[in-house]
């Protein structure tokens, strides 16, 4: 669910900060998902996908010289 809601990043100059939570939930709706668990389950996802795309991001600038 979130590696297709990965066009609806929310960016900031160097940076990501989130996703869109209500395109993602609509997303998921039309995939037939749960909205109600989708609601509880998005925003812990989103947590650890922008953690992890900003530590990329780090990474992928202190490597160029």
Known sequence: ?????????RLAPGAVI??????????GEALGYDAAALAELLPAG??????????????EA???P
């Open 1 to 9: 669910m979130l590696t297709r809601s990965g066009g609806q990043l």
């Open 62 to 64: 202190e490597s160029q």
């Open 46 to 59: 989103e947590a650890g996908l922008v953690r992890a795309l900003n530590e990329r991001l780090s990474n």
């Open 18 to 27: 989130g996703i869109d939570l209500v395109a993602a939930l609509r997303l």
